[in-house]
């Protein structure tokens, strides 16, 4: 007979209360805890940046981008540690309009990054900006998700309604497809220079980002960005 456990971390309870659930998922959400400190902390110093009036444009796009990655981040920690529905729901409506943000302004901090020499870029953050105001809409009419939900081990994540999707949806297909030829037109001829740790950082979030997509618009596929920081 074996005297050691076969299982040394023990098993959550199938009836595990709420202040329980809590402690088990913790793990799940210290990521997107992580996510939502740096996040508020870039752009609050992007905004600082703001007040010597130099490059107004690139540091309120590059704030926007943070702040609104920080804000997923506190979303995906709470998907990780709350159980009730009902409450996790209200959190993300609440939450949600702050998440918008960072489809546009990752677009015109694309502009800006690529010396605002392709006006495709502002195109295209226009046609985000008109899928956000659709989402606000629908987070307005308290109908941004559908009520229902897709469970994985580490969190609860419900599913956007038709007010939310074409937002991600739109935004992911503009990425693929505008991002990768216009950043290569850009290094024929220049280089990021200091830049170059910016682009990278930026083009992985929205990686993580997009990988979010399928349970979003509720395919249960596994969504990186849970574990992003």
Sequence with gaps: MNPYPLNLIPEMPVDATGILYFWYKL?????????FIVGLTLAFFGLHRLRKKERIGYFLSFSGTCFGFGILGLVLSLRAIIRDENLLLNLNT??????????????????YILDEKYKIIQWAAGLNWITT???????????????QFIQYSFGIYPIASIYLKPWGI???????LIAPPVYYLYLKNHSFQERKFLVVGH????????????????????PASTFSF
């Design 133 to 147: 105001l659709f989402a606000l809409f629908g987070i307005l009419k308290g109908e941004a998700f559908t009520g």
């Design 94 to 111: 609440t939450l949600y309009p702050f998440v918008l943000i960072l489809a546009p302004a990752s677009y015109h901090l694309v502009y």
């Design 27 to 35: 793990p799940y959400a210290v990521p997107g805890a992580l996510t």
């Design 203 to 222: 083009n992985l979030l929205l990686v993580f980002v997009i990988s979010n997509l399928p349970s979003f618009i509720g395919i249960p596929i596994f």
């Design 170 to 176: 739109l935004a992911a297909i503009g990425f693929i």
